[in-house]
Each structure stands twice: as structure tokens, then as C-alpha cells.
């Protein structure tokens, strides 16, 4: 006896032999429902213009419907964390800083505050070092905002928006290269203070930038704003709110865009934030026209600090006085980044003994820092930057983690694109500015 | 592809080869301590005069009563949200300004749980999820860190929890989702193993990938030189300073 389905079978004295016979084509195909079963599976990255750099979405659709995302992210993992635990503490920052390639100067910032708090000496941060890291962090978040926008502008099919974008950045990346040496992955601030001294000319730069970059923002809040095209694409699109943030642990322009204000800068302030008037820009629409809005806005906003910065740099020391932990060595820009000064290098070789065993032990042996850990978060363009620090007491770092705001954002791209078209994947998935270098360290 | 062990070398393909260290449990090698000595050198190659120091790694101690700032009110009603707390809490750690609550790892979920509902807690959103490995140093050396952060309070702690190697301990997935990605990371690095976990993979190593690459012992490896054989050794074989 067989069962309807299964080929029927009886036995013979050779064995048992199974009877299948040609199934009715059309009876087959009829009974299948076409919508429910044309599901394909598609691939889209990790090589693909529009996912940001190397994420892959698996995908599941329906016709054009999007039933299931997968992400799956670590193409671009590199073992940051790993290699910091065989460098000693200040050469940890050259590291963390080519973790979010677009925002070099939070991953530096986050792992230096930690540093610091892991040795006590927050407080003995000089004033001027903490002024200028909030103005190149604010700068920084600029330039970072400008290529969510220009990357964003472009995956949408506003081409233009990303020459612009990319055009006004490298305004800001001119001002950081003039001041550290590099346009990216600068290493400046180090744990004590940043690495030299701003220039005059640097200074003329972001005032000149400050008077230039309003205007542009206008122009493009014209033409992208008004825009029927760029309105349908965003409005109601990848709709995630309060709850479905907090839950997924997304933070940043995308939690603020869909209404709550919390901004660590004003929450849980840092680097002296507390001493800065701006505004928490929000939205209440929680789609990606609002965190577009939202952007446009915090833009706005670092301007506002960035001049208040500005006026408030004063003479003064760049780095703590505690020569046990301070950088010996005078740096200087040069054709290839920045490097010890030759005054300095003159001094340690010709002049002064007790300079260079200084100089020797502490760039090759570095500072002990005593066994505990810490947890220091800031904030960075995407949200949250937590960076856990560990030491054991000795010159290298135990462990850092660092809670990168794009790796664990990523986690709501199912919950915003699945049951929405493929189009707003796209649109979804660059809403929430994920850059994989900091995803996947 | 499959490549055969023991298949005879083809030009320019790469033929298996155990993968060093990579077993779970037993590591190929373990990295001489750094308890000793300044250098990372032993026998007689240091004649610096600091090849007999040893360095005591430091005893993690609970901080009596009372923790100051905040931490009073959180611990005292979690005491009272949380009836099995005496036997969950192993310690209390106030330090530069952080509290840390070492939850038996068994617990982790309900402790998780009481934190984000009670309203007087109420840490509504899990920052980060990580491991830290200490090896040689705790007989459960695999920890696992959770900062909580209280949007209502602007509050934060950090609960810990240690397990062996192999060990495993809940999985807090269902009380915030935004740990389900960290908790992979923490499993891929570490090995920790999180049940009730929804898709418990790796997320940042390729899925083939053997060994846990953020413990202690897991092999660096060097790099060969194409000069009279010479290697430049692992960073931590290296003559540095520790």
C-alpha cells in the first residue's frame, strides 16, 4: 500500500519495484500557487555600488517585494582589536583610526578618552587640547554627514549630490591635513592630548569654511529637498521607530529621527561639550527623510560649535604636563605626514643626554597603565562609540573593544526593508550610514 | 573546493596543512607569561638584570559598602526587584567611576531581564556586548562584558560574567535584540558559546574559520623572509618591553 505521492511499489521475488510513472504536467504546475512560490534568492554584494562599500544582503523577493534580509558583514575585517594587544597604548591609536575611515577622529577620540580615563587623568587634559579635539571631532562629523550625503544622493540617483558632497569634504580633509600631516587615519589625538599644535593657516581654513559651507548647504537643501524624486524615495521609507531603535540598540541621527533626543554629547558630555550652546536636532517621521533632515541639521549645528571652538582656543599647552605619559618628541608636518621635528632629533642626538633615555623609553617601552577596565562611549556620526578598555598593568593594551555604531546599526536592516520594495533596501540601508571599515574593524 | 590532505604540492596551490593551534581546547602553543621577566625573552638571552621579575597580576576585589554616586541606588533596587540576588551578584566592583556587577553566568538573562524592566533600573538599551580572555589569570578566564545604558537615568553599568573555555551562559537576545550581532562577534572571537541564541554563527571570520582569533593563546603566527630562512617572529615571541 502506498501513499498518494510516493511512487507505488510491490514485491516481486527479485526485490521490491517501484512503479513511477510521468506525472501530469499541468495538474503539477496548477497546484502550485504562482505568487507565494516565486520567491528567488538574490545576492546583492559585497562588491556592489550601492550597499557602501562591502556589505553583503541576501535577499529574498517576491516579484519585487523584499520578504527576508540577511546582511552578513566581515569582509573588511582586519583584527584591529587584536593588533592593539601587541603595540603599546599610544600606538594604539594609529590603529583604531582606520576603523571608521570616514570618522578617523572619533575612533582616536573614543580610544584616547579611555585611555585616559583608564589612567585618571581626564581632568588633566589642558583646556586647548580638549578645544581642539571637539573642533576637528565637529569637523570631522561635517565631513562624515557630507558623504552620507553624497553617497546617499548618489545610490538614489542623485549624481551631482555626490560630486558636491565629495567636493566640500575634501575642504574639510585640506584643513585636517594641514594640521596633522593626512587627510585620513591621522593619529592626532593621542592619549594626553593631540599630537601638535593647529596652524594659523588651519585656522584661516575653517573660518573661511565656516562662511563657505552654509551657503552650499542651502543650495542643496534646494535641490534635493523640493525634489518629487527625492521625496518619494525617502518619505515613509524605512520606517524604524523609538522602540525598534532601543530594541536594536541603533542610535544616532537614525534614533533622533524618529524623535528622541538623546545625543551623548548633551546626555553624557565629554571633552567639555557641556560648554557648547547647540541644538539636538530631531524628527518625528522616522523614515529616511527624516534622518536626512536630521543630518542636514546636525551639520548645521557643528558649524555652530565649530565657531564657538574656534573663539574659544586659547594659548596654551596641547598635551598634559606629566612628561611620563606626554609624547616626547616635537613632531612637524612633513612632505609624508608628520614625523619628529629635526630641531628635536638635533637636541636628543647632539645636546641633551636625558632627553634621548627619555625620548628612547618612552617611544619603545611607553607608559604603564594600571590594571582595571573602563568603558567610555562618545558620540560619533553614527551613534553610539563605546570602546572598552582593558589593561593589566602593563604597556600594551589587554583588550580594547570598541562598539562601532555601524556594526550593530546594521542589525535593522531586516527590520526596516523586509515587506517594502527592493528599491528601499537601497534607500534603508543608506539611511543608516553604515561604514564597513568600522563595522568589521 | 575541497583540497585532499596529504595532496601533493601543484604549482601555486596552496595544500592543506593543519591549522595550527586552532583546536578548541588545547591550544598548539601558549605564549610564554608575560608575568616574567621585561623583555618576553626567556633563558638566557636577558642581561638586563629584570629576567627574575615577576609581575602579580591583580586580584579583582569587591568594594564594600556604601559604592557612592549612583551605584547605591542601582544595586539596592536591584536587591529589591530581584529576589535570587545574593546568590546571583558573586561580587560588586566600583572602579574609576564604573560599576561592575559579576553575575553568575547562569543568571545573566533574569538579571538582564529585572534591569531593563524595573522601574527604578530601567536600562533600556544594551550598548555593548564583548569578551575579554584572561588567560593564566582566572580559572573561568573567558568574561563577558554588557554595558547597559539607563536613557531615563543616563546611567550605565556593566555586568560580567565569566565562563570557562567552552563554556556557555544564556543568551540575553531575548531582552534586547541588539545583542544578537555582539554576541556572535563574542562567540566568534572567544568561543563562548550563548544557548538560546537565534542564529548563534560567526559574523566576522568567514564561517569556515577554526579557532577563536581574540584569546590569549590563540597563535599570532610570523612571517617568512626571504633571506637565509629568516622569520620575523609572532609580535608576542618579539624581544619587547611588557
Redesign the interface.
Known amino acids: 500500500m502506498t501513499q498518494s505521492g510516493y511512487a507505488s511499489e510491490r514485491e516481486t521475488t527479485e526485490g521490491r519495484v517501484f512503479t513511477v510513472t510521468g506525472g501530469d504536467w499541468d495538474t503539477v504546475t496548477g497546484s502550485v500557487d504562482p505568487l507565494s512560490n516565486e520567491k528567488i534568492v538574490v545576492n546583492m554584494g559585497p562588491q556592489h555600488p550601492s550597499t557602501h562599500g562591502v556589505l553583503r544582503l541576501v535577499l529574498e523577493l517576491e516579484g519585487e517585494t523584499v520578504t527576508d534580509v540577511r546582511p552578513v558583514v566581515g569582509y573588511l575585517h582586519t583584527g584591529i582589536e587584536k593588533n592593539l594587544e601587541y603595540r603599546n597604548w599610544t600606538q594604539g591609536t594609529t590603529f583604531v583610526t582606520r576603523a571608521d575611515y570616514l570618522a578617523p577622529l572619533f575612533n582616536e577620540a573614543g580610544y584616547c578618552l579611555a585611555v585616559e580615563k583608564l589612567l585618571g587623568i581626564t581632568d588633566d587634559i589642558t583646556e586647548r587640547a580638549n578645544t581642539i579635539r571637539v573642533l576637528f571631532m565637529e569637523l570631522n562629523r561635517i565631513s562624515s554627514h557630507l558623504v552620507w550625503l553624497a553617497t546617499t544622493g548618489m545610490e538614489l540617483g542623485a549624481i551631482s549630490m555626490m560630486l558636491y558632497g565629495f567636493r566640500e569634504r575634501e575642504y574639510i580633509l585640506d584643513i585636517f591635513e594641514e594640521t596633522s600631516g593626512l587627510r585620513m587615519n591621522h593619529a592626532y589625538f593621542r592619549p594626553g592630548g593631540v599630537a601638535q599644535d593647529i596652524p594659523e593657516s588651519a585656522i584661516k581654513k575653517i573660518r573661511d569654511f565656516l562662511v563657505y559651507l552654509p551657503k552650499k548647504l542651502k543650495e542643496y537643501e534646494d535641490m534635493l529637498s523640493g525634489q518629487v524624486i527625492w521625496q518619494e524615495r525617502t518619505q515613509g521609507v524605512a520606517v524604524l521607530d523609538v522602540t525598534g531603535c532601543l530594541a536594536l540598540g541603533v542610535t544616532g541621527p537614525v534614533l533622533r529621527a524618529s524623535g528622541l533626543a538623546w545625543d551623548l554629547r548633551k546626555t553624557m558630555p565629554y571633552c567639555g561639550y557641556e560648554n557648547y550652546e547647540f541644538d539636538v536636532p530631531t524628527a518625528t517621521t522616522a523614515d529616511v527623510w527624516g534622518r536626512y533632515q536630521v543630518r542636514l541639521a546636525e551639520i548645521r549645528e557643528s558649524l555652530k560649535i565649530v565657531e564657538q571652538a574656534l573663539d574659544k582656543l586659547r594659548p596654551g599647552p596641547i598635551f598634559i604636563s606629566d612628561k611620563k605619559i606626554a609624547w616626547p618628541a616635537q613632531l612637524a608636518v612633513g612632505l609624508d605626514g608628520m614625523g619628529n621635528s629635526l630641531e628635536h632629533v638635533a637636541k636628543i642626538m647632539g645636546q641633551s643626554m636625558e632627553s634621548l633615555i627619555h625620548h628612547f623609553k618612552l617611544v619603545t617601552e611607553g607608559f604603564r597603565v594600571p590594571p582595571g577596565q573602563v568603558y567610555v562611549s562618545i558620540e560619533h556620526p553614527r551613534g553610539e562609540l563605546g570602546v572598552h578598555a582593558v589593561s593589566d598593568g602593563g604597556t600594551h593594551p589587554y583588550r580594547v573593544h570598541m562598539r562601532d555604531p555601524s556594526f550593530v546599526n546594521l542589525q535593522a536592516i531586516p527590520a526596516m526593508a523586509e515587506g517594502a520594495l527592493l528599491a528601499d533596501v537601497i534607500a534603508g540601508g543608506a539611511s543608516l550610514d553604515p561604514v564597513m571599515g568600522g563595522c568589521d574593524r | 573546493m575541497t583540497i585532499e590532505p596529504n595532496e601533493s604540492t601543484t604549482e601555486g596551490v596552496p595544500v592543506k596543512a593543519e591549522p595550527v593551534g586552532a583546536d578548541i581546547d588545547a591550544p598548539a602553543q601558549v605564549p610564554s607569561s608575560?608575568r616574567k621577566g621585561m623583555f618576553g625573552i626567556t633563558g638566557t638571552g636577558d642581561v638586563s638584570g629584570f629576567g627574575g621579575l615577576v609581575?602579580r597580576?591583580?586580584e579583582v576585589v569587591g568594594t564594600p559598602k556604601p559604592y557612592g554616586g549612583y551605584f547605591d541606588e542601582v544595586t539596592d533596587a536591584l536587591e529589591e526587584a530581584y529576589p535570587g540576588f545574593a546568590d546571583a551578584i558573586e561580587k560588586v566592583v566600583v572602579?574609576?567611576?564604573?560599576l561592575?556587577l559579576h553575575i553568575k553566568p547562569e543568571r545573566i538573562l533574569e538579571v538582564a531581564q529585572i534591569m531593563r524592566d524595573d522601574e527604578s533600573l530601567r536600562f533600556?538599551?544594551?550598548?555593548?556586548v564583548?569578551?575579554?580572555?584572561y588567560l593564566n589569570?582566572d580559572a573561568r578566564r573567558l568574561h563577558v562584558?554588557y554595558?547597559l545604558?539607563s536613557?531615563t537615568f543616563?546611567r550605565?553599568v556593566?555586568l560580567e560574567a565569566a565562563v570557562p573555555a567552552g563554556g556557555s551562559l544564556p543568551s540575553v537576545t531575548s531582552v534586547?535584540?541588539?545583542?544578537?550581532?555582539?554576541e556572535r562577534?563574542t562567540y566568534d572571537m572567544f568561543g563562548v558559546i550563548f544557548t538560546g541564541h537565534p542564529n548563534l554563527t560567526?559574523?566576522?571570520?568567514?564561517d569556515d574559520w577554526e579557532g577563536f582569533?581574540?584569546r590569549k593563546d590563540y597563535p599570532?603566527g610570523g612571517v617568512p623572509v626571504e633571506y637565509k630562512g629568516a622569520e620575523i617572529p609572532p609580535?608576542?615571541q618579539r624581544r619587547v618591553?611588557?
Open positions: 608575560p609581575r597580576h591583580p572602579d574609576r567611576g564604573e561592575t533600556e538599551l544594551c550598548s555593548s564583548s569578551g575579554v580572555d589569570s562584558t554595558h545604558t536613557m543616563r550605565r556593566r534586547y535584540p541588539t545583542a544578537d550581532w555582539q562577534e560567526r559574523v566576522l571570520m568567514p582569533p581574540q599570532l609580535p608576542d618591553y611588557q
